[in-house]
């Protein structure tokens, strides 16, 4: 698994770089904190909000599962084929009637809109509603090829899409766009419109050119039935509960951040999307292999190698983002000033980014450790237990985040989503592992409540001389991103080098396994 992970951390983070480039070209040309970047995001994350709704949480909880199951018999290109088929008729549909419900769609996600910037959101989301499709497409493509051993490639096919959308906002910079205009031209919407669904499209041609190299003909078939859709949809509907409520929890954060303030939308994203590179690059590649391994195991009703698999991949996990959520923590408001403080972004909205990234950094490790939960329960092929945990987590968040309404507001209440959000999935991971150690009849517990402890101790103590270090050159140096460079050069150099140390000393024994899989050969 370490061997396979090295080279599916590489494409992720390939990946995760070149997405931030192209947050940071979208940032510096439309500008945090104005209508049009708020307007554009909305716009932008709704294609991927509702492709989860109706069938991506199917896919990653299902799909994959049922493929490796179908990899060794004679007819397995037959039923990924249909399975296709059946994705694409049916985002199809829903592509049409997205097109056509986009005033009721931004209406629902972002109320508090402006008539002008819900005018270009609305046209917006009609440009982008496409992407539903290829995001279909494209996951389907990927689960082929996870089923096959070919994890690595499916991760490479992103970065297609960044690149087209880096050089989408880069053009749209040379045209003389402006997020400050009171709204951008005629060609310039077309421009980030065309432009941004084209680099959804370019990462699923990606995917269906790694899947014939892989010996998977894409072909339609006009009759997709043969392949279980009842099995599949009974499988697949606790799923989509579990992902409905959690877009409800979207839904409801996103409405909040709309009311906060001119421009609070798009620094509530962004504080997301970095929040989540680390879980990405990290924790989606230990999910990413670990997946087909513990199906397989538990298709031999080999519950033993479940647990082994799941124990390994919790504890790698935990060791390898402990630094990373000290790190956000310590020095979450230095990270976005060096991102995001140039161009149309003021200083104050990117340090606000970095105080929302901050509280996020407490939800780092929990959250990962909840997702590789769910993944076991997905492995032995049941789809109900981790959707009536979800919708709990997803309960929780929201009644927390309307209690937060009412007690703060404005810039505050933006911390105050983050923080809620961290005791949500801090929830959830207990309750999981509660329920799963019932299933399983053990999860290792011992061993990784005692790993996490000692990686938490030697956490604490690098982001405590991390925190100091950066105090300590930063007086001197002031504001921006220059200093901001040198204070989180100094800081994570120190907090960097006390983990490792007082890792090591702690017998965190994980340690040594990734630090042996970043070594060449």
Do not use: K
């Not at 995001?135 to 992103?158: E, F, H, K, Q």
């Not at 880096?166 to 419109?193: M, N």
């Not at 801090?426 to 053990?442: F, K, M, N």
């Not at 100091?468 to 001197?476: E, K, S």
């Amino acid at each position: 698994m370490v061997r396979a992970g090295r080279a599916m951390a590489v494409a992720t983070v390939v990946s995760r770089v070149t997405g931030f480039v192209r947050t940071l070209v979208l940032v510096t040309a439309l500008g945090l904190g104005t209508r049009l970047l708020d307007a554009y995001t909305v716009a932008n994350v709704t294609p991927n909000t509702i492709y989860e709704l109706v069938m991506g949480g199917a896919l990653a909880s299902v799909v994959v599962p049922l493929l490796v199951r179908q990899a060794s018999r004679p007819d397995a290109d037959l039923f990924a084929q249909r399975l296709l088929s059946l994705v694409v008729y049916g985002l199809g549909a829903v592509v049409i009637a997205t097109v056509l419900a986009a005033p009721l769609i931004v209406d629902a996600t972002a109320a508090g809109f402006a008539p002008s910037e819900r005018h270009l959101a609305v046209l917006f989301t009609r440009f982008f509603m496409p992407q539903i499709l290829f995001y279909g497409v494209s996951a389907t493509l990927a689960a082929v090829l996870n089923a096959r051993g070919r994890l690595a490639a499916p991760l490479w096919a992103p970065v297609a899409n960044n690149l087209v959308v880096i050089a989408t906002g880069l053009a749209f910079v040379l045209v003389g766009g402006t997020g400050h205009a009171a709204s951008p031209g005629t060609a310039q919407t077309l421009l980030l419109s065309v432009g941004t669904s084209a680099g959804v499209a370019a990462q699923m041609a990606v995917l269906a050119f790694a899947g014939r190299r892989a010996g998977f003909r894409l072909r339609l078939h006009a009759d997709p039935r043969g392949i279980g859709v009842r099995r599949i949809a009974a499988m697949a509907g606790w799923t989509v509960g579990s992902v409905a409520a959690a877009q409800g929890v979207f839904v409801v954060s996103t409405r909040l951040a709309s009311h906060a303030g001119t421009g609070m939308l798009a620094v509530y994203s962004n504080a997301s999307t970095i929040f989540q590179l680390p879980y990405a690059v990290i924790a989606v590649t230990v999910i990413t292999g670990v997946l087909p391994r513990m199906s397989r195991a538990a298709g031999r009703r080999d519950l033993a190698g479940v647990t082994a698999d799941l124990s390994r991949s919790l504890r790698l996990t935990g060791v390898a983002l402990a630094p990373v959520s000290a790190a956000l923590v310590v020095l979450g408001p230095a990270l976005t000033t060096l991102m995001f403080a140039h161009g149309s972004t003021s200083p104050s909205a990117a340090r606000l980014t970095g105080q929302t990234l901050a509280v996020y950094g407490l939800a780092l490790v929990p959250f990962a450790g909840y997702q590789i939960m769910l993944r076991a329960f997905y492995a032995l092929g049941d789809t109900r237990t981790p959707a009536l945990i979800s919708v709990g987590v997803s309960a929780v968040t929201v009644g927390l985040v309307l209690v937060a309404a009412q007690l703060t507001g404005g810039a505050r209440l933006l911390i105050a989503l983050a923080g809620c959000t961290a005791v949500a999935y801090t929830t959830g991971l207990t309750v999981s592992a509660l329920v799963l150690r019932h299933r399983l009849g053990r999860v290792d517990g011992r061993r990784l409540l005692d790993t996490h402890l000692r990686t938490l101790a030697a956490a604490t103590a690098a982001g405590l001389v991390a925190a100091a270090v950066a105090r300590a050159v930063d007086a001197p140096f002031g504001a921006g991103p220059s200093s901001a460079a040198v204070v989180i050069v100094a800081a994570s150099a120190a907090g960097g080098a006390l983990y490792a140390l007082a890792a090591r000393l702690l017998g965190v024994a994980e340690l040594r396994v990734l630090t042996s899989a970043l070594r060449p050969g």
